[in-house]
């Protein structure tokens, strides 16, 4: 083959690919078009939200607020099923924040 068969054989390929690289854009561009449209339809629910478990010191401050007389930390013990240790931290830890007051000693009350 001469150099000229060989470039005009070139060229064919060339052009042949370039015919491809055309289609192949075509195709993209058609599906970047309906992809939209296509989004919209299968859009997801909103996830639903759990339920948020309250917390040890949720539920001793609910019994200490909801007494008129306050409550000592035996009856919070018997009250929540929690041991005797957990109870006084959480006194301890509730009323340094300021959300408990102490009426006399070991008696607290809401705020």
Known sequence: MTIA????????NIQALGKSL????????KDAKAKPTQ??????????K?????T?????????KGSK????APTLVKKTGFNQK???NILFRTYKQGKIK????????GV
């Open 22 to 29: 055309d289609s192949l854009l075509k195709a993209v561009e």
């Open 69 to 72: 007389t306050g409550v000592d």
């Open 5 to 12: 068969q060989d470039l005009k054989a070139l060229n064919k």
């Open 102 to 109: 102490r009426l006399d000693k070991g008696i607290y009350t």
């Open 86 to 88: 957990k109870v006084r």
């Open 39 to 48: 989004k919209v339809l299968a859009k997801k629910a909103p996830a639903k």
């Open 50 to 54: 759990k339920a948020v478990q309250p």
């Open 56 to 64: 040890a010191t949720d539920k001793i401050l609910k019994i200490i």
